[in-house]
């Protein structure tokens, strides 16, 4: 599915949430700073040169140290609190499935538009095979009418069985044949066995092909291709019997150590053979013969051609069978890619709420200390401004400047609020009913898709009834 990889992407990198600098809010001893700043000495020393003028309504010297003091620790914690900050809305940021909410239900209805494309598809290829089956019925149908057959074909036994079967026939022609050609043969046991074995490939090819071939003409129901088989079957028996009687004159001939024994085999054809040695070459010629001519018509079904149309349609059932299977199988995975990745982007959905509000509960208590860290800094620097004050007024004779009497205020800047919109609870809640509506959508249509794929039983029995 090719849809929800695209929402993978909003997936959170789970890196760890930290806090990445040390605490920057620093608390300042004011006794510590009193001292370190010498503000009673220096406040009895400019109060005795009547300093600062009772007119002046800026900072004086030491103020502006006491200032520049406070504002110096002040700045240190703004640069670390704004890399705290820029740490927390970087999170923030890295949580994108939130931020895209929208698309949840956008790649929801891709992800199901895409499953019931891939029905489509199955369902074309199962139907061009459901309409090779219905011609295939049709194509037997019409062949057991036209030859008028009620019985199924009959199963074929193995090719290797029956080509081995012929083999072995000739085989075994061959050595009987060679012990009794062998006499009288200037090439000895080889000649004998050269010339069995020419014997016996005309012997036993010739009658597997009629066995094959002509055999089963017999069994047509049309008179005259009956007759042509018997009057086939009938040529080749005679040919046979004449074939072997002269392998048996041949044997004789040899035997007698007549010039050219192939000559005079034809000669001698009429007569009775010679030797018991030549009626065993005879009757070992038929029966190798018969056998092979059996195996060849065995070979298939005896009626000419139901085999082969048997055949076609046990394999069209066959496949049909296969495709079912394979289409099941493939939506079957597609359908639980298809949910597994809707369930792991709800868990994720969830799991990324939880944390941006974990987040941002942190990010709003840093936020806070930084405010009182700021409210700690401004009454730490008018406490300390109210040492240098009183020992300044206590060692001067003149009225001190009326802004004695006021606050240093502190110059601040605020944090930045929180980067995006705030996501409302019922935007996350209708992500989440997408979702359980996608695997509840893909779950129905493939029960549906499943449901149209049709049975072979049930396709032959809408076929049997028309």
Not at 34 to 46: D, F, K, V
Not at 47 to 70: H, K, N, R, Y
Not at 94 to 107: G, H, P, V
Not at 197 to 212: D, H, L, S
């Amino acid at each position: 599915m090719g849809a929800w990889p695209k929402v993978r992407g909003f997936f959170d990198r789970s890196e760890p949430l930290r806090a990445p600098m040390d605490d920057p809010f620093i608390q300042i001893d004011r006794a510590e700073a009193t001292s370190a700043l010498r503000l009673r000495e220096r406040g009895a020393e400019q109060g005795a040169l009547e300093l600062p003028a009772t007119s002046m309504q800026t900072l004086d010297v030491v103020e502006a140290d006491v200032a520049a003091f406070i504002q110096d620790h002040f700045e240190r914690a703004q640069i670390d609190a704004a890399n705290s900050i820029r740490t927390y809305d970087s999170r923030l940021n890295a949580l994108s499935l939130i931020a895209n909410l929208s698309s949840i239900r956008t790649q929801a209805m891709i992800a199901l538009s895409d499953f019931k494309a891939e029905v489509v598809n199955r369902r074309g290829r199962l139907t061009t095979s459901r309409d090779a089956i219905v011609d295939s019925y049709a194509e037997l149908r019409d062949f057991r009418k036209d030859n008028r057959l009620r019985r199924p074909a009959h199963d074929a036994p193995p090719s290797t069985a029956t080509i081995g079967t012929i083999l072995v026939c000739w085989l075994l022609e061959t050595i009987a044949n060679s012990m009794f050609l062998r006499l009288g043969d200037s090439m000895g046991w080889l000649g004998g066995v050269i010339a069995a074995a020419v014997v016996g490939a005309i012997n036993v090819g010739v009658a597997a092909v009629v066995g094959r071939v002509l055999w089963p003409l017999v069994n047509r129901r049309e008179t005259g291709m009956r007759v042509v088989g018997w009057l086939a079957i009938a040529t080749w028996f005679v040919l046979t019997v004449t074939w072997n009687l002269l392998a048996g004159h041949y044997r004789d001939a040899k035997s007698l150590a007549l010039p050219s024994p192939e000559t005079a085999a034809l000669g001698m054809l009429g007569s009775g053979l010679e030797s018991i040695y030549s009626y065993g070459l005879l009757i070992a010629g038929l029966v190798f013969a018969f056998g092979a001519a059996i195996s060849g018509y065995k070979m298939d079904d005896p009626y000419p051609g139901y085999g082969p149309v048997s055949r076609r349609h046990a394999k069209r059932c066959d496949d049909y069978v296969t495709d079912v299977e394979d289409a099941t199988g493939e939506l079957t995975a597609i359908r639980d890619d298809a949910v597994g990745e809707a369930t792991d982007v709800r868990l994720e959905l969830g799991r990324q709420l939880a944390q941006r509000q974990q987040i941002l509960t942190h990010r709003d208590a840093f936020r806070r200390r930084y405010e009182e860290y700021a409210e700690h800094l401004e009454a730490t620097a008018n406490a300390l401004l109210q040492e240098y004050r009183t020992a300044n007024r206590s060692a001067r004779s003149t009225d001190a400047p009326t802004r004695f009497d006021q606050t240093w205020s502190l110059p601040r800047s605020p944090l930045p609020h929180a980067p995006g919109e705030d996501v409302p609870r019922s935007a996350i809640d209708a992500a989440e009913a997408d979702l359980e509506q996608t695997v509840t959508n893909i779950s129905k249509a493939f029960d549906e898709a499943i449901g149209s794929f049709e049975p072979l039983d049930e396709l032959k029995r809408r076929i049997a009834d028309g």
